[in-house]
């Protein structure tokens, strides 16, 4: 494989020198369902997909919304988009019509991917939102049968009498997909959180993906004899470019698993004889809170590849309950992968988060953008190649890219020292954004939400410490005059027009909220 190659391209010398081994074992926890594929199997999928996206009017570039949990239909449309060089926009499965509406104005696809028990609720939540009953209106339905058949269905597209009628695993593909994207092109765009203003659509190229796969081979030192476990949101950045496309790149198993449960995931790894497992800090606090069990420790089980932050002391009770080590990283959509990282071979520092991998250089500095000297704080700024180690910019938004980007520099706008020995350690945010068990929140998005609540007069959205998912959402709110407001009323709210996990857990309510010299709010003290 070469560097300028596309995933299609991966993807097929692959499925040539892998097609008779396991390339994706999906399991759903709740119904024990296990269903497995082999490269060749997956791949005359995807190519009864890429046609069935054809016929429903699918190009070359166009932009395709999906709106997929954790499955095997997910899986199945990231690659049959990029067989035929379509654009994927994926959106979280529990994102609120309000968020969807926002992408939809924002990328403007030509097709909605998704199944039918999310079209039918978004179908009710969308009164409110015009542009997206042209979205639901050409919308494609997915679903896997008991034998893991992969269906379109016949009634779900609409379109100059075009339907996918069989199940796309039974076909053999016929013809060859005409466009062929280049490396650069651009292959998705993927919703930020929106830290300082509405969520950006982060430009991801063909050449970013393989760039990721072979990134994290590297990390995590993997091989096509690795099997690698996840219960990552598969709309997420760190499913995808750090276990999806790592995974073709070696040639070797994804273990999906529908949904976290702290009571099954580890039986799932050890069941499925994983080698590597994708996790984060709250999924480690809650595995450390259930029973133990004799046989925990018997796996195979040689790295578990994790995402700040822990505390010392949960950090090693889990490697020696569960007798594996954690390794750490730092990284952003923008940056695609853990551009600061524990190498796979060497010394660890703990509690640093690494040192910079290869394709590079990593700076410290200060407001002003010059170098802060050895073991001062300072802003992570991150040199890379925009297109290749970085994100090719923001869709539509120049402007937003030029105040991150410059020079081939990323402005990660998080805290962070180096030591003299080129260790770096993270220090936190500089904007206010809330991580929230892997999902990050912009509480400025929270904040606008709920400014439109009912007897709200001021809110402000702090993130505060969370013993198990990582930090908690909460309102500071003010009240307008004589409204007659609780707790629950700002919560119910909410969870309206947000996703679940933006929901603030703690409402308090304030006379005034504390500000400084310039009348900007003073959120530390709010925390």
């Known amino acids: 494989m070469t560097e300028n190659m596309t995933m299609r391209e991966v993807w097929a010398h692959q499925c040539a020198s892998y097609s008779g081994k396991e390339f994706l074992v999906f399991e759903d926890p709740d119904t024990g369902q296990v269903l497995t594929y082999t490269y060749a199997q997956f791949d005359v999928i995807t190519s009864r997909l890429s046609h069935t996206l054809r016929k429903c009017g699918v190009n070359f570039a166009d932009r395709v919304l999906v709106l997929l949990g954790n499955s095997v239909e997910f899986v199945a449309m990231h690659l049959a ?24 104005e924002l990328t403007r696809p030509k097709l909605l991917v998704t199944i039918a028990e999310l079209k039918q609720a978004l179908g009710d939540m969308s009164s409110d939102f015009p542009v997206l009953h042209s979205c639901l209106e050409r919308a494609l339905l997915l679903s896997v049968d008991e034998q893991g ?5 016949p009634e779900t597209y609409q379109d100059k009498g075009t339907t996918a009628s069989s199940p796309l695993g039974m076909e053999s593909a016929v013809g060859e997909l005409e466009s062929v994207p280049a490396h650069e092109e651009l292959a998705e765009i993927m919703m930020t959180s929106g830290t300082t203003s509405e969520p950006k659509g982060v430009m991801l190229t063909q050449h970013n993906y393989v760039f990721s796969g072979r990134y994290v081979n590297w990390e995590l030192a993997m091989t096509s004899r690795d099997r690698y476990a996840t219960a990552m949101a598969v709309s997420h950045v760190n499913f995808q470019l750090s276990a999806l496309l790592p995974v073709i790149t070696a040639g070797c198993t994804l273990v999906l698993i529908k949904r976290y449960s702290a009571k099954s995931f580890w039986g799932s790894v050890r069941r499925h004889r994983a080698t590597l497992v994708q996790s984060m800090a709250m999924m480690v606090r809650t595995m450390l809170r259930q ?35 954690l390794l750490n990283n730092y990284g952003s959509t923008e940056s695609l992968v853990g551009v600061i990282t524990d190498y796979p071979q060497g010394d660890r520092n ?8 290869p394709g590079y250089q990593v700076e410290i500095r200060n407001d002003s953008g010059v170098a802060v000297p050895e073991g001062e704080c300072g802003t992570l700024w991150i040199h890379g190649e925009p297109g290749k180690t970085l994100m090719a910019g923001y869709w539509n938004d120049p402007r937003a890219t030029a105040q991150v980007m410059a020079d081939c520099w990323y402005n990660s706008g998080d805290l962070a020292r180096v030591d003299s020995r080129g260790w770096f350690y993270y220090l936190g945010r500089r904007s206010e954004l809330i991580k929230r068990a892997g999902e990050n929140i912009s509480a400025l998005e929270v904040e606008r939400v709920l400014a439109q609540c009912p007897g709200v007069n001021e809110v402000c959205v702090v993130g505060v410490p969370d013993p198990i998912r990582d930090e908690a959402v909460k309102a500071v709110v003010v009240k307008d005059a004589d409204a007659m407001l609780s707790s629950q009323d700002v919560i119910e709210f909410a969870s309206k027009q947000l996703s679940y996990f933006k929901v603030p857990t703690v409402v308090t309510f304030v006379d005034e909220l504390p500000r400084g010299q310039y009348g900007k709010v003073q959120r530390k003290l709010l925390k």
Not at 350 to 357: A, D, E, H, L, T
């Open 149 to 153: 058949d992969v269906y379109a269905a």
């Open 350 to 357: 703990w509690p640093s988060i690494g040192k910079p991998g």
């Open 291 to 325: 029973p133990l069990d004799k046989d925990e420790s018997m796996h195979c089980v040689r790295e578990v590849h994790y995402f700040l932050p822990l505390q010392d002391h949960e950090k090693t009770a889990f490697e020696q309950r569960f007798g594996v080590q």
């Open 81 to 104: 988009l990029g067989k035929i060089g379509a654009v994927l926009v994926p959106m979280n499965e529990t994102s609120s019509a309000a968020e969807l509406a926002h992408c939809v």
